[in-house]
């Protein structure tokens, strides 16, 4: 059985760093283009990046240039780097592994995990 596992939130302050980590298990493989969203309560989850199975990346506007989506088929993680957050990106934050089927837009494949919780202090 696929799964996902997401590790390495917590609380830092505004201009710090994170690095998030997604564990894949079970049927998913470097084959799999892998996603990282994040989610606010009260609001729709969004998709922050992206990471092909040959290593393509893609990034939503909002994180450009900040974030950095990474994958180690070896270790089957997928983390995601973040530095410079601001308040704005507390959230809890998911992988999956996605279909490619519109640029920007990956489609889910799996039931969202648990997530890690993200907070930007001010």
């Known amino acids: 059985q696929a799964q996902v596992v997401e590790s390495g939130g917590g609380l830092v302050q505004a201009g710090g760093s994170l690095r998030l980590s997604c564990a894949t298990s079970?049927?998913?493989?470097?084959?799999?283009?892998m996603a990282w969203y994040r989610q606010v309560p009260g609001k729709e989850i969004e998709w922050v990046a992206t990471?092909?199975?040959?290593?393509?990346?893609d990034y939503a506007d909002s994180v450009r240039g900040r974030f950095t989506i990474s994958r180690d088929n070896a270790k089957n993680t997928v983390p995601l780097q973040m530095n410079s957050l601001s308040p704005e990106d507390t959230a809890v934050y998911y992988c999956?592994?996605?279909?490619?089927?519109?640029?920007?837009?990956?489609?889910?494949?799996?039931?969202w995990g648990q997530g890690t919780q993200v907070t930007v202090s001010s």
């Open positions: 999956n592994a996605v279909l490619i089927l519109q640029i920007g837009r990956p489609t889910p494949l799996l039931a």
């Open positions: 079970g049927s998913i493989s470097s084959n799999n283009a």
């Open positions: 990471i092909t199975r040959t290593g393509t990346t």
